[in-house]
């Protein structure tokens, strides 16, 4: 099963080869001392000779359309394997959702984003395979992060966006009770192009927010541009990231500049809109972009009967998706974030 693995070392190929496929464990050593270990379909680990003051986790397709992460990720991987590059720290890379990869798809049956912290097992239950995925993806980054006791845990979960954006990359910073946002993590993703933050400020079922509460790590969800089919990304926007994220695995410490909000478009989520009637529709055109701003009073939408408004002098709107099932997120809103501590 694994011939094709060592031969390629495209692990994207092997875990689509392999979609239903049971994967037992496999480790193998590598001639620089670095240790490979397949846990599942589409889970991969190094974990380097020498010891590790980081451990990080690259994780993408928890939405299986949006390809520019997936082929960073598989990138980086395939450099690791070929030791055209050495990891200095324990890397876990997770291909969130195969199956939606397959179909060229958001997902499935249910967005796996909305299914973490324990969110998989509530309601119906694990009735679906995303449901299932994202309980065993949960369980793979907590043995990870477990088995080491690091200075330092990072989890970037990399995706697309449905729309454009007018801040092309941007973050979510997941809510961090008692704990203040780093400075230098929002700096690292300057240095990837992401200079557009927004901070959270309440729990969420995210894959970013079960790492951040449930590990303490440094964990975001990146949106890195719009999401584009398999071979029509312009993969010179993303030179950056790329970079960066080979720096984080091949350095002990990556330089980043100083914090300078002035060079930043920093957010705080003011609320998220939630759908209750299926007649929900926006107030503004479907081809509004991310971050698009309107003024306090103006309609955002309309809903059984009743108008939503604008509740602050200035709000800017991210991930408007009106066709989401009831009870599900419509949008989130936004208001600049001048004071949040960032240390």
Do not use: W
């Amino acid at each position: 099963m694994f011939q094709q693995l060592m031969e390629e070392k495209d692990f994207l190929a092997f875990t689509l080869a392999n979609i239903d496929k049971v994967i037992t464990s496999h480790s193998f050593t590598l001639s620089n001392q670095t240790i490979v270990k397949i846990h599942d379909n589409g889970v991969i680990s190094f974990t380097p000779a020498t010891g590790s003051t980081k451990d990080i986790v690259l994780s993408c397709a928890i939405h299986g359309n949006e390809t520019a992460p997936i082929e960073i990720c598989n990138d980086l991987i395939q450099a690791l394997l070929n030791e055209q590059i050495q990891t200095e720290h324990r890397v876990l890379f997770l291909i969130g959702n195969p199956d939606s990869i397959l179909t060229e798809t958001r997902f499935v049956e249910e967005n796996m984003n909305r299914l973490f912290s324990g969110a998989h097992s509530k309601g119906e239950g694990l009735c679906n395979k995303e449901r299932v995925r994202a309980k065993a993806l949960e369980g793979y980054v907590s043995d990870f992060f477990l088995d080491n006791h690091v200075s330092q845990r990072i989890h970037y979960d990399l995706h697309t966006a449905i729309k454009p954006s007018k801040h092309e990359k941007f973050a979510i910073y997941p809510y961090r009770p008692g704990r203040s946002f780093s400075a230098e993590q929002i700096m690292f993703l300057a240095g990837c192009d992401v200079d557009t933050i927004l901070f959270h400020h309440e729990p969420t079922t995210t894959f970013s927010y079960y790492s951040s509460e449930q590990f303490k790590a440094d964990a975001f969800t990146v949106e890195l541009g719009k999401v584009m089919p398999f071979g029509q990304n312009e993969m010179s926007k993303f030179a950056n990231t790329r970079k960066m994220l080979n720096h984080l695995i091949t350095k002990q410490q990556v330089s980043v500049a100083e914090f300078n909000s002035d060079q930043l478009n920093l957010y705080k989520v003011s609320r998220s809109v939630n759908k209750h009637f299926d007649d929900f529709t926006f107030a503004f055109p479907k081809v509004t972009v991310n971050f698009t701003g309107f003024k306090q009073g103006e309609v955002l939408a309309t809903e059984g009967g009743k108008e939503i408004l604008i509740e602050y002098p200035y709000e800017a709107i991210v991930f408007p998706n009106e066709n989401v099932p009831v009870g599900q997120r419509t949008v989130l809103c936004l208001i600049p974030a001048p004071n949040e501590d960032i240390q």
